[in-house]
């Protein structure tokens, strides 16, 4: 199975090898094929792909190969928009079955894509709401892993990973409200980008302020091109005032802050730990950090909870999965003062990083520090009891990064022995995102890319 590069896309649509028709026609029926096992996608934008891709022939005809990218630089690439992202032409239901309706406006960066002239194919399986970070709801089959569907593909991005790694898309629009772009990414082998909070526009946005948009591809390149078009400020985001994305900056002797974090596997650490001499012949200093900040996991349990407590009315509990459902029950317990307790620890770990991100241009870790669990699950068997509110306790690379509204990346490290993916994590200081990018340029380059799925995987032959 053969991934799609959004240049590579480019590349050939310019040549006139294929027609945008051809080729989004090739894209839906890889997705008929293998989105049956996998269940990346919720909906699929079958009549409305087609007449987009009849549009950018019709356009590409009208004004040549030479101009026709010229305004729109995203031409006839495919794009899948995860579930809780809203959309006009296919419906929202946020993994959910309580009623959402359809859109009557895209969301701005969905808007921005479809200027730039991409091709929306679906919309991409999430859990409920995006609580967990394993894609598993009650409107769609479990998203499983590309590289073995007895797996996780992680979450709440699963889909949107899935989707990118099985060749189903060349690029996908995903959120990250506490690694829901970096964990799927890690596990399913491809690169995730949560830029700078505030850097895409997020519409409808979170009160929680965790939340952010960004894209998933295979390669660094091809985030970097999708970054390009969705960031930039937006009136109907306050939030969104870091403006448009520079051009990644390439620099020598950077100062990084390797982090380790307790519970990481013996592989895991094998395998990331390869890119500590790749950054050193690089000409970096590379040394070992800890980031320490009393009762992190507790404060995003309490700030997640108390949001989704105010969001959610008892009459619609039956509807509810029932690991939010205890979330939300949860946070009806919290009071005020519980609530701006945890808002303090949010204080004081973006203080503790604003002190360590004067020590270090980046800090570099594993992106998760365990392997993927089953399929139907939403955690290692620890934490896979909905009522122990562990649901994201296993993964403490993420959070911390959504809580200080830093970028990061996740890129492949390697495979483990078992063929999974290991997911490597480079984080900058707020606004930084072209540093933290050009590494992973740099790194991406050294490491080279994964070997291609083989097609008897996703057939069901593990």
């Known amino acids: 199975m053969k991934p799609i590069g959004v240049g590579e896309t480019k590349e050939i649509l310019r040549r006139g090898d294929v027609s945008v028709l051809e080729h989004v026609q090739s894209v839906l029926s890889t997705i008929h094929k293998h989105d049956g096992e996998l269940s990346a996608y919720v909906s699929v934008a079958g009549e409305e792909a087609l007449q987009a891709a009849e549009a950018a022939d019709a356009r590409i005809r009208a004004l040549g190969p030479a101009a026709a990218w010229q305004d729109h630089p995203l031409l006839g690439v495919t794009v899948s928009v995860k579930d809780l992202i809203q959309t006009t032409d296919l419906p929202t239901t946020r993994g959910s079955l309580l009623p959402n309706g359809r859109a009557q406006a895209d969301t701005p960066a969905v808007a921005r894509l479809r200027a ?5 194919v679906g919309k991409t399986t999430t859990s409920e709401y995006g609580w967990s970070a394993s894609t598993v709801c ?105 403006g448009t994305l520079d051009a990644p900056r390439d620099r020598r002797s950077l100062r990084i802050g390797w982090v380790e974090y307790p519970g990481t596997t013996g592989e895991i650490r094998r395998i990331t730990e390869q890119v500590w ?13 800890e980031v320490r900040c009393g009762g992190l996991y507790p404060a995003l349990v309490d700030i997640i909870a108390a949001t989704e407590a105010a969001g959610t009315r008892p009459e619609d509990e039956e509807l509810i999965d029932q690991g939010r459902l ?52 939403i955690g290692p068997a620890w934490a896979a009891d909905p009522r122990d509110l562990l649901w994201l306790d296993w993964a403490p690379a993420s959070y911390p990064f959504n809580m200080t509204g830093q970028p990061a990346v996740s890129l492949p490290a390697g495979l483990t022995a078992a063929g999974l993916p290991v997911g490597i994590q480079l984080v900058g200081p707020v ?23 083989p097609d008897r995987v996703t057939e069901g032959v593990l």
């Open 326 to 377: 205890e979330i939300v029950r949860y946070g009806r317990t919290l009071s005020g003062p519980a609530v701006m307790r945890a808002e303090g620890v949010r204080h004081e770990l973006r203080s503790t990083l604003r002190s360590v991100m004067d020590r270090f241009d980046l800090l570099v870790m594993a992106t998760v520090p365990v392997e993927p669990f089953a399929a139907d699950a």
């Open 116 to 120: 730039a002239g991409a091709i929306i």
């Open 138 to 242: 009650r409107v769609a089959q479990p998203t499983r892993n590309p590289r073995n569907p007895a797996l996780t593909a992680g979450g709440s991005s699963g889909g949107a990973a899935a989707a990118v790694a099985a060749g189903m898309c060349a690029g996908a629009l995903g959120t990250d409200g506490a690694g829901s772009i970096r964990i799927p990414s890690a596990f399913c082998g491809t690169v995730g980008y949560k830029p700078s909070f505030g850097r895409v526009p997020y519409v409808p946005s979170g009160a929680e302020r965790l939340a952010h948009l960004g894209p998933i591809a295979n390669t660094v390149p091809d985030v970097i091109e999708l970054a390009a078009v969705l960031a930039g400020p937006d009136r109907l985001d306050p939030d969104s005032g870091l």
């Open 431 to 453: 606004g930084a995102d072209d540093l933290v990018l050009s590494t992973a340029l740099r790194i991406e380059a050294e490491l080279g890319s994964l070997p291609p799925i």
């Open 277 to 289: 001499p790749v950054l050193t012949a690089d000409g970096h200093h590379v040394e070992r950090v």
